[in-house]
């Protein structure tokens, strides 16, 4: 996900002294490594790397570049065999190659806190040898580079990432693909890699304050901003603050959740150059050994002015700063954090009404347990995926549909999956909603009322932060049903069944009486509106919803969610679809117009019968745009800035394959290809993991800013298992956890391959694994290996084969 970010920095300079401290602070050095693949040095970043062995940086040879191969994350490692003379060494990391050279990498990422740096570059300083780690995270990465910056020299024995994510061999997955075609092998390998670098264990992304006596140090980073501060306004905050290196930055009047907008301030003294870093931007930046009482206040909702040390620096009206639309506002809560590379103490925070001086809120930032969880650094409180490892590093509950399938057919991590879901239900509201993306980091019993009704800005008694993008609901909803219906985990959604039920609750009132279609505001799959893409993605939940209610016997849930889904696709084939088109509307507003989610999720949800579903996919053509196909008519395909989206490209493949046909199995071999391949195709853009967007060129959609390792862009995996070698659930309840399953090479074999093999995790004990191959004379090979509580079927040329009551099937048949 992506909403671009508007902030307002005010710069202070003062006059003070600098010390240069050790910002590379050991830690316990347990745990697993990523190390590179290859590693170059030279004068500038080169991706042509070579042997991985020992390597020295001189002034006339200052740049190493590592490569490690694909992504990685973890906490950097330096284990310095020699050092001499001075040695500031400046460190990059980045998804694509380009990054290198590019001053702030591919950073930086300021959308959010997600317990990593939000630069992506950072200098140190070494004076001794052995091994030496960076304090702060680097959440997704494949490259790597470290450029001297003083007249000394240093040799590095080896260099890499203390693993934060559990480190997988993605060739030896419990989920498995292979096939005679190895486009097709390595883009089922995109969203396996994806999942397995975005899906976190708790408590593995650390804290990132130290609070202690001193008060709480803080390293340059986005503000954590405190949870207590959501709805004050006008008011005047007060604090001790002490420079550690170059300076600090705290902010106030700032929206607790992403899109961030709020006042930036930074305070930095002046650089002695004898302790400065070289490369220090000085047009921003540094610091002093004292304490300081810096006041900032609110006043009249649009006057800020800041004191130090009881001087006043300034006094301005937020008026006179233009940021686009209205007024920098000067309500919301306050934090700490700063620009790259700084760092200093915090304590004895004081916020007080401005006008009568009420004592608002107390903190001496003395006491972990009263600072950690409040300002939003705390470990990751659960088990939980993430959007990308890179950035946001939130939990967004849409992007949570493709993860759990691909979860599903690679990684089987079903624990991970279970967090991501309990997560959101810990955030739930009362009227049943789930938050559309939550931090990893915020406690949400003490945090839920500020997110919920101040996360983007305080509306009172309103529950804000869940109704953007509130199709993201149904999303959410789809997400559990296929945790479910692959994991077989009945057990989670019989505890949680009435926190689904209320969620659906409320997405049964946003139909509108008068249509019988979905009437939300604000969507991200259409316009959400009397849209076709929002309403038959309901349809298909409510369909999904049934067989949950069935298997856990509520048969009044069953028919109430049947009856749903038959009044709603009824509204929507009534409403939307036109007929001389041959086209289901974008929404009541947009007659004539369509889009990718709107034929994908009528499809998939059955809501469109054969000849509507054959109808639309004629008109696809019209939607094709450089790798693969626009959002929808909307998007003006003159703008070299328009992206094509794997994500819904992934909701169109799985629309696609489910036709059984050849022309469409086809299309979608086209689309794999023309659409995933360029994720693979260049060593200093691929990291083996999926894109978040692609551009109509191939290239990464948003430039650096781009997330090379998105598990939303990984359709292709679980839908190469289930429609290429084959696999998948039964439908309905007796599929669930693999108990019936279907082996339907029809994709596979349309698409001209002659061999294919994969396994899923069932939940009985083993495997479901095909193995067919297809010989000159026309015969299909298959043996099939399941465990002996599950029985399945195999379906080719409409006939279908009933094999139970062993643990291996081998038959031969004429394709
Ligand atoms: C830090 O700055 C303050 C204010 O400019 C000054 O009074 C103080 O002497 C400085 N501290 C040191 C240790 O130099
Ligand atoms: C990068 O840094 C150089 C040297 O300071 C400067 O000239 C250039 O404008 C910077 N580029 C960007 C994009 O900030
Ligand atoms: C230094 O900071 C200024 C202001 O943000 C920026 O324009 C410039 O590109 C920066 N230079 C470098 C080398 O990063
Ligand atoms: C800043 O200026 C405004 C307008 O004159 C005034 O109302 C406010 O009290 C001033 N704030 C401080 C802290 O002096
Ligand atoms: C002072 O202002 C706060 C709101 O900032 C309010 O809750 C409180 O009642 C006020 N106190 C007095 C004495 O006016
Ligand atoms: C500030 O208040 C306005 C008006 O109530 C509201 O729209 C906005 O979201 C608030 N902003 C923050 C950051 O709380
Ligand atoms: C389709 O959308 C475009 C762009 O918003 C609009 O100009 C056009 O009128 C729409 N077509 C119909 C039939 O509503
Ligand atoms: C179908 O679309 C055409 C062309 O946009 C329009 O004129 C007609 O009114 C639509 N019919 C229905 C039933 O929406
Ligand atoms: C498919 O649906 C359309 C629109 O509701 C209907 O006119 C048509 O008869 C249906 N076709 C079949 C084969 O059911
Ligand atoms: C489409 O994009 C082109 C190129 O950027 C631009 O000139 C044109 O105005 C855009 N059209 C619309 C309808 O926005």
Known sequence: MRISFVALISVLALQPQHTLSRSIIPRDGKGDFFTPIGVAVGNEPTSQVGCVAKFQLTPSSPVATLDYGSEVAGYPVFNVHAVSGKVQIEVKYTEEFRGLNSNYSDGPFTFSI????????????????????????????RWQSIRLLTSGSITFSSVGFEASIPKSDIDNLPGSFESDDNNLNHIWSLGAKSVAVACLEKGTQKAIWDVGKDGAFVRGMRAGLSDQGAFLKDYTLEFEAKIERAGLGWAIAHPLASPAKGIQL??????????????????????????????????????????????????????????????????????????????????????????????????????????????????????????????????????????????????????????????????????????????????????????????????AGREVWSLILTDYQILGLLSMTDYVRLSGDLDFVRRTWSKW???????????????GLLALIGGFLGPSNGDSASSCALVQAFHNLADIAEALGDTAAKTKYQTAAVALSDAINKYLWNASLGLYSLSTASIGNYSVNGMAFCITSGTANATQSAQLLSALPSLKLGPGYRDSTLVNVSDPSTNISPNTNGFLLA???SQRTISAA??????????????????????????????????????????????????????????????????????????????????????????????????????????????????????????????????????????????????????
Not at 336 to 350: I, K, M, T
Not at 407 to 423: F, H, P, Q, V, W
Request: charged share 15%.
């Open 501 to 515: 039920q209320l969620q659906v609750d409320w997405l049964l009132n946003q139909i509108s009486p008068s249509t």
């Open 655 to 657: 629309a696609l394959l």
């Open 114 to 141: 997600g317990l990593s740096n939000t630069y992506r570059v950072e200098t140190f300083e070494v004076t001794e040898t052995g091994p030496l780690q960076a304090y702060l995270l680097q959440g997704g990465q």
């Open 266 to 459: 930074n305070l930095v003294g002046n650089l002695p150059p004898e302790t400065s870093f070289i490369n220090t931007n000085t047009s921003l930046t540094p610091p002093n050994s004292t304490w300081h009482t810096i006041k900032t206040s609110l006043s009249n909702g649009q006057y800020i002015a800041v004191a130090i040390d009881e001087t006043q620096i300034f006094n301005v009206s937020l008026k006179n700063y233009y940021v686009g639309g209205a007024a920098i506002p000067t309500n919301g809560s306050f934090g700490f954090g700063g620009l790259p590379d700084q760092s200093g103490y915090f304590r004895n925070v004081v916020v007080s009404d401005t006008v009568n001086k009420t004592v608002l809120y107390k903190n001496a930032l003395t006491d972990p347990s009263k600072v950690i969880a409040e300002y939003g650094v705390h470990e990751n409180y659960g088990s939980v995926c993430l959007d990308g490892p890179k950035r946001d590093r939130l939990i967004w509950l849409g992007d949570y549909y493709h993860t759990i399938r691909v979860i599903g057919a690679s990684t089987s991590r079903y624990d991970l999956a279970k967090g991501t879901l309990e997560l959101f239900l810990d955030w739930q509201s009362p009227s049943g909603l789930l938050p559309y993306n939550p931090y990893m980091s915020y406690d949400p019993s003490t945090a839920f009322d500020a997110f919920n009704r101040g996360g983007i800005g305080a509306v």
């Open 666 to 815: 086809q299309t979608s071999m086209e689309l794999m290809r023309s659409l995933w391949l360029p994720m693979l195709a260049n060593r200093e853009t691929s990291t083996g993991a999926s894109w978040e967007y692609v551009n109509v060129g191939g290239d990464p959609g948003l430039g650096l800013y781009t997330s090379l390792a998105h598990p939303w862009g990984g359709a292709p995996t679980y839908l190469l298992t289930e429609h290429v070698a084959g696999i998948q659930t039964a439908k309905g309840p007796s599929g669930f956890g693999y108990q019936n399953w279907v082996v339907d090479p029809f994709g596979g074999i349309a698409m001209g391959i002659k061999r294919a093999s994969a396994s899923v995790v069932t939940a009985f004990e083993g495997n479901v694994e095909v193995k067919w191959q297809i010989d000159d004379g026309g015969m299909i090979d298959v043996t099939i290996k399941a465990p002996r509580q599950t029985k399945g079927v195999f379906k080719l040329n409409g006939a279908a084969r009933f094999l139970s009551g062993s643990s291996i099937y081998r038959f031969r048949e004429k394709i």
